[in-house]
């Protein structure tokens, strides 16, 4: 069935420092990735998202890469503050419907 | 500009009982969908309305039902509660053939 799996489930860093979050999906018929930002209490936040069309995407400090022949996605954070500790979730979809969710990562930056 | 709102934050109920989840999406957006967050995990699909009628369904039982309204607003119904009901519900918006839900905060429910 269709799955997303999520690595790290935790991730420490130091402030300043990158952060790197890595996602596999199962159904190749995917072909848009969003990545999430949820802090405590709150729903999940919209960050960044790539389509299959393209390989990489940046904005400021996220970046987002695409691999659609191994099915890899992955977050990549520069530079990051202590305003970025959240958890976060990728996810993948076939269209606009259903997005299937991984199981998160909470990063601390620590200062 | 208000984004997706959802009412009430926090419920409580018995278990066998039933609840109606509420929530207005952002403006402009016309298609709601509902996910259910238990602890810990990711939010799993409940299922998508637009234009009134149910688009497509994730994997739950018949117990949990929806409606969507002219004015786009939707409620989440859940019959016959079970104590793993308990979960942070979201309802999230978007435009019929955009990309890039807007989740709101969630209702958090606790089936006791």
Redesign the interface.
């Known amino acids: 069935g269709e799955n ?1 799996e ?1 690595h790290p489930s935790t991730l420490s860093v130091q402030e300043g420092d990158s952060a790197v979050i890595k996602c596999t999906y199962s159904d190749s018929a995917s072909n ?1 990735f ?1 990545w ?1 930002k949820q802090e405590l ?6 960050i960044i ?1 790539i ?1 299959s069309n393209v390989g990489e995407k940046k904005d400021q400090r996220i970046a987002v890469t695409l691999n659609k022949t191994a099915k890899h996605f992955s977050l990549h954070i520069t530079e990051t503050q202590p305003e970025d500790s959240a958890v976060y ?1 990728c ?1 993948a979809s076939t269209g ?9 990562t909470r990063l601390k930056v620590l200062a | 500009d208000a984004g997706v709102t959802q009412s009430p934050t926090h419920l409580i109920k018995t278990r066998g009982q039933q609840v109606t989840l509420r929530c207005s999406p952002k403006s402009g957006h016309d298609t709601v969908s509902w996910y259910q967050q238990a602890l810990g995990q990711g939010p799993q699909f409940i299922f998508q309305y637009y234009e009134e009628e149910e688009r497509q369904r994730g994997n739950f039982p018949d117990r949990f039902s929806g409606h969507q309204f002219p004015n786009y607003s939707s409620e989440l119904n859940v019959n016959a509660l079970l104590l793993g009901d308990s979960a942070l519900y979201l309802c999230a918006s978007l435009t019929a053939w955009g990309y890039g839900y807007t989740f709101g905060s969630g209702t958090r429910l606790t089936v006791v």
């Open positions: 997303v999520q848009y969003p999430y209490g709150k729903g999940p936040q919209l998202d389509r979730f996810a606009t419907y259903k997005y299937i969710f991984g199981t998160g």
